[in-house]
């Protein structure tokens, strides 16, 4: 199989719109022209009955690229923890303590890790006598007023055949970012984010923090057909919405076998402690929407369970796929011919003459030629327009996974053509052109400034004049969550009731 130059600039009719939201999520046909409402799925958002109870342990999305201002480096970005609402607190987001955050390496294609990079998480409160998770205006991740923080370790685990020969602690107790509370708690919170950015003695560098969620797609199929008129087809339905991030910039030279075999494969774990003290796998992610639309409910949390190397017993589900055959149902675009062997080689193996290694096993893993040079003018459809620095080379952070994936699926490489997508091609945020790349997050407070904006004082009256350090500290922290609000309004009755007793 040869990488397919073409456009992507191709009208899309309504039918193509609504196939195009199918790849979001696994919708189920409840007959040849109905379809039954089901959960949001985002990429791998919520994919598995079990991990959707338990989101700090969910991964998202994985990304893996060639770094664009550092093109002897790999940058790999792992999310978890999906729709997180920027204005959730007092309790804002954190990574477990309980938890191997893992980006596994597989540089020979032989569906095994050859290194692991392994992120555990600790948490620190000050000041448990309060609610607050800043109980003043953070400057700094160091600011005394940033109550709640989190560091992480970073090891490097080296196996050969699976088995552990070496391992290495590169980082030790690096500051998280926090979560963005918002623009009167964390005025600056780029220095934040900047703060956060940790160099290691390698020159690798390192990341873990909240990011604007860079998945992009219109999941509202779920509401009748985008509310039931298309009315609502073509948005963002992620936009809002935070993760929290672990990114991670490598040297070529460090994650690639050689420089005859610079293909590597990745994926990334959650381990769970369980009451015995030992980790247990409960979530995994390459490739995009694998586990959403191609694995059957009854499969999902096997997946998730499981190892590349086992990845045989998921083999049906990639050659007689569901999807195509939902989409003919129900809108009469007939599905390509099976056995899918074309979705064998670009999922399970790598595209043949661009990111498929010589002697490869096939596993689901997203996989990456760390010698292709980023491209000048990146191309959302990567490879299927001609830009083989994209997707399925890797996976960039502007990459339009949703559009690719559905026209391949569909039968692009089979001599299919289409031009399926969902409407949405670019996320909300401008990406970062620096490490981490990631958009920061959208801040707790978002929205338009209340109604009074600089007359609130007065609106107040003097309740805040001649105040003491307590009603101060709360003032100041107001931004960290409506129980502020709350606890100020309940602090001036009070306060006034006793000026009228007196």
Known sequence: MTAISRSGNGRRSVATLICGALAAGGLAAAGAATLAPGAAYASSHREAPLISGTPQYDNTDLYAFVSPDHPDTTTIIANVIPFEEPGGGPNFYQFAEDAQYDVRIDNDGDAKEDLIFRYTFKTNVKNRKSFLYNTGVVDSLEDPDLNVTQTYDLELIKLKKGKVEHETKLADDVPVAPSNVGKASMPKYSKLRDEAIYKLSNGSKTFAGQADDPFFADLRVFDLLYGGDLSEVGNDTLKGYNVNTIALQVPNDLIAESKHQPIVGIWSTTQRENAEGYYTQVSRLGNPLVNEVVNPIKDKDKFNASKPKDDGQFLKNVTNPELPKLIEAIYKIKAPKEPRNDLVDVFLKGVKGLNQPAYVTPSEELRLNTSIKPAASPKRLGV???????????????????????????????????????????????????????????????????????????????????????????????????????????????????????
């Open 384 to 502: 299927l327009d001609g830009d083989n620095a994209g997707f399925p080379n890797g996976r960039r952070l502007t990459d339009d996974v949703i559009d690719a994936s559905l026209q391949v699926v569909e039968g692009e490489l089979v001599g299919s053509k289409n031009d399926l997508g969902d409407a949405v091609d670019k996320n909300d945020k401008d990406f970062e052109k620096y490490f981490p790349y990631i958009a920061l997050p959208t801040e707790g407070s978002r929205g338009a400034t209340a109604k009074g904006g600089a007359d609130v004082k007065s609106q107040l009256g003097d309740a805040l004049t001649g105040s003491d350090d307590n009603t101060a500290l709360i003032a100041s922290s107001a931004g960290a969550g409506a129980a502020g609000i709350l606890l100020i309004g309940g602090g001036l009755m009070w306060w006034r009731g006793r000026r009228r007793a007196y």
